[in-house]
């Protein structure tokens, strides 16, 4: 995120040290460059495709609401004036269309401008100007563009690599977020995680290097050869972003696309949060649950700086897989499997540590053994259920060590204390 420290240590550097009869002017030009750029205030939890209909908006925005999103698209139907008026009173943030009659709409629910979904490199130089124009009429907000896959071909992304194409998206387009959507297979007979896993790697990376939050799209609904999604896999999907340092996370989709050609099309199943006719699926309920924990997350999770992320198996030397990190070991209790998990860390704004694990399996529960470099009466978890922060709970008393158990695909969030 940019801050406004880290505006002054980019771009004056150790030059305050030597000019301090200039020190108070220039902090004061920082600030106003820093308050013209979006500064990003709760965890981003969004979709695609709002709700597809022009009646009973409210009540429809009402059910967004209500499931804990935080965060809403364009809506048909409605004017981008009337979308942000509605936001304002459900407490919702909003993306809206770019421009209405020639004006950028405006309001204390807007957050900015949708954009661009997908582009390819050759139309970098006019988003640049786009995104430009909007933070110089809308200080304070942004232009959103979301990117393509690493899984997009060359052709698409108009670069040799996907590296580049989001170096020089950042590089030439300036944005505030980073954005992208990836939807990995999770069938019996395919899983390709592991570049779901590398995507956000290199969101994590840049987006850290650029100083601006990253955020992803995943699937929620079954759509070509992506089967329904179980509410394990969605929290696997979820959380994962989240241990890779994402600010926010979007489903694809809250309200099923029309299907169109006969049942022949991209979503001849259906099945989002909301059918094509505005009934809620057991996808409603999921997301309802799943957002509510991320919201109780949410303050710490804004706080939060991403310092690394680590794979480890119980069964192959974890202790050199976490070398560096906040946790010595994880093992497998006795006559239990050998369970895998995905470890992010994060320096905390108040100056200590935090660590969440991501059970990988999306199928079992996991129960390990976990040693921290800290010791446990140091260690806190964040409740997912209250936000509260508490001291660790052995979920197995009567074992040796510190017993933490995981559902399914679902995660944690502790904060180590043993620097403050």
């Known amino acids: 995120m940019m801050t406004v420290f880290w505006m002054l240590r980019k771009n004056l550097g150790a030059k305050l040290f030597f000019l301090p009869a200039l020190a108070f002017w220039l902090v004061a030009l920082d600030v106003t460059a820093a308050e013209a750029r979006f500064i990003q205030d709760r965890f981003a939890i969004g979709y695609w495709v709002g709700p597809q209909t022009s009646e009973n908006l409210e009540t429809r925005y009402r059910e967004i609401a209500d499931a804990n999103f935080t965060l809403v698209l364009g809506t048909p139907g409605m004017t981008p004036a009337a979308q942000l008026e509605l936001c304002d009173k459900l407490g919702l943030r909003a993306i809206v269309d770019a421009r209405s009659g020639g004006e950028l709409a405006d309001g204390p629910a807007c957050w900015g401008y949708a954009l661009r979904d997908e ?6 130089p006019v988003l640049a100007n786009q995104v430009g124009e909007i933070r110089r009429e809308r200080p304070g907000r942004f232009g959103y563009i979301n990117l393509f896959p690493n899984y997009a071909s060359a052709a698409q992304l108009g670069t040799a690599t996907y590296e580049e194409h989001v ?3 950042i590089d030439e387009v ?22 779901y896993c590398e995507n956000l790697d290199t969101m994590r990376r840049l987006s850290l290097k650029a100083a601006i939050p990253f955020w992803n799209f995943f699937y929620s609904m079954p759509f070509n050869d992506r089967l329904d999604p179980t509410e394990a896999q969605i929290r696997w999907q979820i959380f994962t972003s989240v241990a890779y340092g994402a600010k926010g996370v979007l489903y694809f989709c809250y309200w099923t696309p029309g299907k169109g050609n006969g049942g022949t099309g991209e979503f001849p199943k259906g099945g989002a949060i909301i059918t094509a006719e505005g009934l809620k699926t057991r996808h409603y309920d999921e997301a309802r649950r799943i957002n509510a924990e991320l919201k109780n997350l949410g303050t710490t999770l804004m706080q939060l700086t991403s310092t690394g992320v680590y794979r480890v198996n119980t069964g192959a030397e974890p202790v050199a897989a976490l070398k560096g990190s906040p946790v010595r070991t994880i093992s497998r209790v006795r006559s239990d499997p050998h369970s895998e998990f995905i470890i992010g860390t994060f320096h905390h704004a108040d100056g200590g540590k935090a660590v969440a694990f991501v059970n990988h399996s ?12 800290a010791p446990v009466n140091e260690v806190w978890e964040v409740n997912k ?7 660790v709970v052995d979920d197995s008393p009567e074992l040796p060590g510190l017993q933490l158990s995981f559902g399914a695909g679902d995660a944690r969030l502790f904060l180590l204390r043993e620097n403050l």
């Open 119 to 124: 582009p390819n490199a050759a139309d970098f």
């Open 167 to 169: 170096a020089r998206f």
């Open 174 to 195: 300036k944005p505030d977020v980073l954005s992208m959507d990836h939807y990995p297979l999770m069938r019996p007979d395919g899983d390709t995680r592991d570049l």
């Open 362 to 373: 999306y199928s079992h529960t996991a129960w390990p053994t976990v040693e921290f470099t």
């Open 385 to 391: 259920t209250t936000g509260e922060t508490r001291p």
